[in-house]
């Protein structure tokens, strides 16, 4: 039971970029699916959560409206489309799932991790 998060890389600033996260041993359309990032020097932070029934899918305020999290359940894997990148978009990217709903859970409650794919928004 594993995830592998893919995609990462050196973005120009205005640019876009997907990343990936596949799983391995189970099916992700069974849960939610949580994407987060953590900046050098700087705490892990949630950036969105897709749900696996129609509770929807949530962004936090910092990329609001530039990303969106989709998923194809026939790969068996969720993504994350990043658009008009900022230089402060510069993190390394990890993907988890929870059986908790995206409404209420924290961090805490992300029990399978990918292995992170760093993301570096410069010109």
């Known amino acids: 039971v594993q995830l592998q998060a893919s995609g990462g890389g050196l973005v120009q600033p205005g640019g876009s970029r997907r990343l990936s996260c596949t799983a391995f041993?189970?099916?992700?359309?069974?849960?939610?699916v949580g994407w987060f990032r953590q900046a050098p020097g700087k705490e892990r932070q949630g950036v969105g959560c897709t749900s696996s029934n129609d509770d929807g899918t949530f962004y936090s305020e910092a990329v609001k409206g530039r990303f969106t999290i989709s998923r194809d359940n026939v790969k068996n894997t969720v993504y994350l489309e990043m658009n008009s990148l900022k230089p402060e978009d510069t993190a390394v990217y990890y993907c988890?799932?929870?059986?908790?709903?995206?409404?209420?859970?924290?961090?805490?409650?992300?029990?399978?991790w990918g292995q992170g794919t760093q993301v570096t928004v410069s010109s």
């Open positions: 041993g189970f099916r992700m359309d069974y849960y939610n």
């Open positions: 988890a799932t929870t059986g908790t709903s995206c409404m209420v859970a924290g961090e805490a409650h992300f029990g399978t």
